[in-house]
């Protein structure tokens, strides 16, 4: 028997098929009396160039251990599957048991995405409350400025009535006079 490593692409809108395919393969391969050494469901990525008018594809790697029987099934069952769409099937020298680089690199590249989701989520809210925060502070501007007019408003009102008052008091004064202080 020999080592073989199967690489497919499984098309991104049946991408929850991956992981069927991957127990149908490993059955296929127990079943003909090989072993699996590693089955990986690396997930989606970005494709170098488009296939099928696809950008993204979700990525499925076999490492087994069987005979050239099998690798013809297996090659006859991506044939007729549609939602594989690209295929590579390798000899390998020995067994590979540990995680692949490209399933490491994806882990990689979605802790870097989603830290640069946290990122830009932070800066928004940021933004969001800085941008909250000048809104409060023009409201009070507006607030303090509405009050000041009107205190001014009923300042100059008081001061009006004042005079009034004044005015009133000089005219009652000069009315209630004696003609006796007038002569003098």
Request: negative net charge; glycine residues 2%; contains cysteine.
């Amino acid at each position: 028997m020999r080592h073989y490593e199967i690489v497919f692409l499984v098309h991104p809108d049946q991408s929850d098929q991956t992981n069927t395919i991957i127990s149908k393969l490993s059955s296929v391969v127990s079943e003909s009396g090989g072993t699996v050494h590693r089955s990986e469901n690396i997930g989606n990525r970005k494709l170098a160039y488009p296939i099928q008018d696809q950008f993204k594809a979700s990525y499925g790697l076999l490492n087994i251990e069987c005979d050239q029987a099998t690798i013809d099934e297996i090659k006859t069952s991506f044939k007729f599957n549609d939602s594989i769409i690209r295929n590579l099937i390798l000899n390998a020298k020995k067994t590979h048991t540990e995680t692949s680089a490209l399933l490491n690199q994806t882990k990689e590249d979605s802790e870097k995405e989603s830290y640069e989701q946290e990122k830009q989520r932070k800066y928004e809210e940021e933004k969001t409350a800085k941008a909250a925060q000048q809104a409060r502070f023009k409201e009070e501007r507006e607030a303090k400025a509405e009050k000041a007019e009107k205190a001014e408003v009923a300042e100059e009102k008081t001061e009006e009535k004042t005079e009034e008052e004044k005015s009133s008091e000089n005219v009652k004064d000069e009315s209630q006079s004696s003609p006796e202080d007038t002569e003098k």
